[in-house]
């Protein structure tokens, strides 16, 4: 594998090797299909959920946190889907600039993949707690 950056004063030259350029792009193409299955995923719970209240009548503030939930999921999920379609721009173009942006939301997207894994792991440990006290 190899990778060089040339900086000039117009340009930013990315310069990768071939194995590496498949690597990357098929690692894009996989990184937008995930994305995109899960946000319409997300989309179709949202919906859903709209629809299980209105025939239910259950509470709105649960309707309302479940939302904002999947609303920073899809986000979360926006962040690889720009990471694959960046690494196709900057591969296409040659440019340095484009793979460190999409190297960054890629960042962006572990950084808040484990966050939300982090805040989930406490919570069921709250609640596995919870319940041993009760029994």
């Known amino acids: ?19 590496t350029q498949r690597q990357l792009r098929s690692a894009a193409s996989w990184a937008k299909i995930i994305a995109i299955l899960t946000i319409i995923v997300l989309s179709l719970a949202i919906f859903a959920l709209i629809v299980i209240n209105l ?8 309707i309302v946190i479940s939302i904002a ?13 720009k990471f694959g379609q960046e690494t196709e721009e900057s591969l296409e173009d040659q ?4 793979m460190s942006t999409a190297f960054f939301y890629l960042q962006k997207y572990f950084y808040w993949t484990l966050t939300l894994f982090c805040i989930a792991l406490v919570l069921v440990i709250g609640l596995l707690l919870f319940a041993a006290l009760l029994v």
């Open 1 to 19: 594998m190899s990778i060089n950056s040339h900086n000039t004063q117009d340009e930013n030259i990315l310069e990768i090797d071939q194995q």
């Open 55 to 62: 025939k239910t009548g259950n509470g709105f503030g649960t």
């Open 69 to 81: 939930v999947i609303g920073v999921y899809i986000k979360i999920w926006h962040y690889l889907y």
């Open 95 to 98: 440019n340095s600039e484009s």
